[in-house]
């Protein structure tokens, strides 16, 4: 019996996130696609994969058997399609890069004018969000990062580093002085919830929890902070690219995380990966290099 990849890959996609709407984003269809082909797939089996449950869909005894297989088949089909990716010899063609929508929105758009100037043949696919991808079995080609350090099995360039600031919008400032708060109550703050554990320690927030708003992200904490509703921490780089924050006087300075271009090791003679990866490393790196 011949198995259908497709039935493999979507029922990976099930198996993984136990949701079939998380299922069918992941792999770009629809949600009855998803279920569709995973009847399917346990039709060809005659075994059932999964139940049903209050959670969402688990594995069966049998369902787990197969994960293990077919994680194994992917692992091969990705190893396949580096080794053919890296023979690639052509300037022209996709390129899929992951990056946080901070660096997407603030610094990233005179970099890849500037690529697309010079190689107007490649065709960029923007992942934009904190979601999380898989390079070692190429969901995309390049991701930004930042991180304390790059996963070992990657190939990471050092693009600098970047340290949140805290800041408010000029009216904010006019109205409440430039100097960081030294007490909380008098305040609010936009909090990325992402960063919760790390920042505001010093001004201990749970003791007001009417003086915060949780964000989930910096770019919608930038953008209430520019509207005047109170003060947010948001990565140096942002402040230093927005007329419309203010950053504050004698703050705490915090921790700078450093920046990573990855990629997988197999890709690094694909000459359209390879003039994509140097030219966002030369045209981010004087933007995030602060030491």
Known sequence: MGLSWDHLRYFLALARTGSLAAAGHREGVSHTTIFRRVRKFEAELETKLFDRTPQGWALTEAGAQVLLEAERMEEGMATIARKVAGQDLQDAGPVTLAVGESVALTILAPVLRGLLSRAPHLQFDLRVGRELVDIAHRDVDLAIRFSMSPPEALLGRRLGASGLVPCAAPSYVEAHGLEYPRAAG?????????????????????????????VDCFVTAAELCRAGLGITEVP?????????????????????????????????????IRIAADALYEGLRPTLLRE
């Open 186 to 214: 008098a305040h609010r703050f936009l909090v990325v919830r992402s960063v919760r554990p790390i920042a505001w320690n010093d001004l201990n927030l749970d003791a007001f929890p009417d003086s915060v708003l949780f």
């Open 236 to 272: 140096d780089f942002v402040a230093d690219a927005d007329p419309g924050l203010v950053r504050l006087a004698r703050a705490p300075e915090r921790p700078a995380v450093p920046a990573w271009l990855l990629m997988h090791p197999d890709l690094k003679d694909v000459a359209r």
